[in-house]
């Protein structure tokens, strides 16, 4: 009975710590079910990846616990000749929580994603993954991490075409983010030709399929970004014109894809619209350059300092040719 009761006591004592105990371990063994190795050619069970959600509908607590698990999971199949099948599948269940997920998921899963509280570094940083026996899906490993951490840019994964939330952005926020999705849309066109994928591998087939969602996604993102810039031309400071030109360059440059990759390139359309835009904006950098020369030549003008003889023969300096008339010095 005394047994009984200190445990009651303890229980109630120091809740916070058994709680966060209990998430950490729910989180741990939620992930590893998601996760498993076997089979290593199979995406995440529906039923899996609902049970991740549902730390999202918890409290931060939880949240943070499920974030912390699943970039432990990724950095352990990362390290020693790397795990292939366990690392897709991490990032497979990453993109569909911060694409599904609630706020307060997506939130715990970006901080962990861009440092890791533990360590440091980047989860992402894959671009060396040990290539070994699983080598197409230890390529769409490096791929699928570097396509996430663009997606991670600033507001890249925040798809939002429509008018009213476009037109409250400012010129330099809307032109980061036409920046951004131009940079995932190149990433997805630089993938490995989906010929490459094995017929059988379900796992590399759902990164595709979630790539492709991506591309479009972003195609769509970039198309309003760049109609809705057109409207703003006449505003635009020399400094935004010019990065707007160099971002729609971007998007003409990395447009169409390799013959033999069969990934779509951005709709033709869309890189029409880009193309007429960025010469609509070398004009404007043209004529505010152009302006911003006659002010230095006005202001050089004016600030030429002009030499006045007093009465005495000294020589007094004025700031501008405001005074450039005789001027008398009182003693």
Not at 32 to 60: C, E, I, N, V, Y
């Given at each position: ?6 445990r ?28 498993a ?5 199979a ?124 037109t ?35 796992l ?15 195609e ?17 400071s ?57 002010l ?20 007094v300096?004025?700031?501008?040719t ?10």
């Amino acid at each position: 009975m005394g047994l009984k009761l200190r445990r009651l006591a303890a229980t109630f004592l120091s809740p916070g710590t058994n709680s966060s105990s209990a998430s950490a371990a729910d989180a741990h063994h939620a992930v590893m079910r998601a996760t498993a190795h076997h089979p290593s050619t199979a995406p995440p069970p529906a039923h899996h990846l609902d049970a991740l959600l549902a730390f999202g509908r918890g409290s931060r607590l939880s949240a943070s616990a499920l974030a912390s698990a699943l970039t432990d999971r990724l950095r352990a199949a990362a390290s020693g000749h790397g795990d292939a099948a366990v690392a897709l599948k991490c990032l497979v269940i990453l993109r569909i929580l911060l694409s599904r997920g609630a706020f307060i998921l997506r939130d715990q899963l970006v901080a962990a994603l861009v440092r890791h509280p533990a360590s440091g570094r980047n989860p992402l940083a894959l671009a060396a993954f040990p290539l070994g026996r699983s080598f197409a899906a230890a390529t769409w490993v490096r791929f699928s991490a570097r396509l996430l951490e663009l997606l991670l840019l600033p507001d890249a994964l925040h798809d939002a075409a429509d008018a009213d939330y476009l037109t409250a952005l400012p010129n330099p926020h809307l032109i980061a983010e036409l920046a951004a999705f131009a940079s995932v849309a190149d990433a997805v066109r630089q993938a490995p030709p989906p010929s490459s994928a094995p017929p059988h591998n379900a796992l590399i087939w759902e990164v595709i399929r979630l790539s492709e969602e991506d591309r479009i996604t972003a195609e769509r993102n970039i198309a309003a970004r760049v109609q809705e810039m057109g409207e703003r031309l006449a505003t635009l400071s020399l400094a935004d014109a010019v990065e707007l030109v160099c971002v729609l360059k971007q998007v003409e440059e990395r447009a169409s894809s390799p013959a033999d990759w069969k990934w779509a390139g951005l709709d033709e359309a869309v890189v029409g619209e880009a193309r007429r835009l960025r010469e609509r904006a070398e004009e404007v950098v043209l004529r505010r350059t152009e302006q911003e020369r006659r002010l230095v030549r006005r202001d050089a003008a004016g600030s030429v300092s002009v030499r006045v003889r007093t009465g005495g023969g000294e020589a007094v300096r004025f700031g501008s040719t405001r005074w450039s008339g005789t001027v008398s010095a009182r003693r």
